[in-house]
């Protein structure tokens, strides 16, 4: 019992004493805080690619550290981007080389301004938009998105197909949109990451329409990890999509309690059918999956470790 009064006198010593610096210098939040204590070692000191699947509740966002390069893919909502920003605080990024927003949706764009405010950002990248028979509603996250982009000065670069982006150690590369859609979900940028022998899929919220039209063009392969589209519902990880890719592991980026009903059990069961190992932001927090080329180590927000 003494013990444990010991750890609570240093433990309130030390929010005290960062509280205090905080005030001092007005550098770190509450919330900044709150995840900073919340650091752990990392899962292999060997490892030299970070890919971050941060909880920002119902939305998304994936911070790949590679070497000295960052990537941020997707900021959140509003109230997300708050959280990016902490998080990122956390893993001491001082600045993003690239910021993709997969595609207008305020469950990945809303956070965009809060991050342009906070790190110093090189370029935005965004799909290939066609405003064509998009109602108002449809258009207010990508109105708003170019408006935050613009205010920060900042380039904002439409992204295609092949594009590829060195990011030292790794290397990102663009499989999709590759056409024009209806359904906005399906404009989401599809990016695969590799490390040496690592494979990393980030799919955004594309659809099955989407992942039918990457079968179609040849640019999917074996693959180790899936960011499953559109948070786990039915409308994405097809049958099909995982007869090709086969990954090990899948990261489910959703709320807790979310009203969507995210993850689908659809879904749920079909990962189950191919062997797929799945990690969610809803029941594990933030997830971090680090490569050394070879082997993918998880570390989970509750301590769950996962070893390839």
């Given at each position: 019992m003494k013990i444990f009064k010991r750890i609570l006198v240093v433990s309130a010593l030390l929010i005290i004493l960062l509280m205090a610096v905080s005030d001092t210098f007005g550098f770190m939040s509450y919330d900044d805080m709150m995840v900073f204590l919340k650091l752990r070692s990392p899962a292999f000191t060997s490892a030299e690619l970070s890919v971050h699947f941060i909880?920002?509740?119902?939305?998304?966002?994936?911070?790949?550290?590679?070497?000295?390069?960052?990537?941020?893919?997707?900021t959140g909502d509003k109230e997300g981007g708050q959280k990016v920003r902490s998080y990122l605080i956390s893993q001491k990024v001082d600045h993003i080389d690239y910021l993709f927003v997969t595609h207008p949706h305020s469950d990945?764009?809303?956070?965009?301004?809060?991050?342009?405010?906070?790190?110093?950002?090189?370029?935005?990248?965004?799909?290939?938009?066609?405003?064509?028979?998009?109602?108002?509603?449809?258009?207010?996250a990508w109105r708003e998105l170019k408006k935050d982009v613009a205010e920060a000065d900042i380039t904002m670069t439409e992204v295609l197909p092949g594009m590829e982006f060195d990011l030292g150690v790794s290397e990102l590369s663009v499989l999709a949109p590759s056409c024009d859609y209806e359904e906005i979900n399906n404009y989401s940028v599809v990016t695969e990451l590799t490390h040496g022998n690592n494979t990393f899929l980030l799919t955004g919220d594309a659809e099955t329409e989407s992942e039918a039209d990457m079968l179609k063009n040849g640019v999917l392969e074996d693959i180790d990890v899936l960011k499953a589209g559109h948070h786990g519902s039915s409308t994405s990880t097809g049958s099909e999509f995982l007869e090709i890719v086969k990954p090990e592991y899948a990261v489910i980026s959703c709320g807790a309690g979310n009203s969507y009903n995210h993850p689908s059990g659809s879904v749920m069961k079909r990962l189950g059918e191919y062997g797929v190992r799945v990690f969610r932001t809803?029941?594990?927090?933030?997830i971090i999956a680090e490569s050394d080329g070879k082997t993918i180590c998880f570390t989970t927000a509750d301590k769950e470790q996962a070893e390839k």
């Open positions: 909880d920002v509740g119902q939305g998304d966002s994936t911070l790949i550290i590679s070497g000295d390069r960052t990537v941020l893919i997707d990945h764009s809303g956070g965009v301004e809060t991050v342009l405010g906070s790190f110093e950002t090189g370029t935005v990248l965004v799909p290939h938009f066609s405003e064509a028979g998009k109602t108002e509603d449809d258009l207010y809803d029941l594990q927090g933030s």
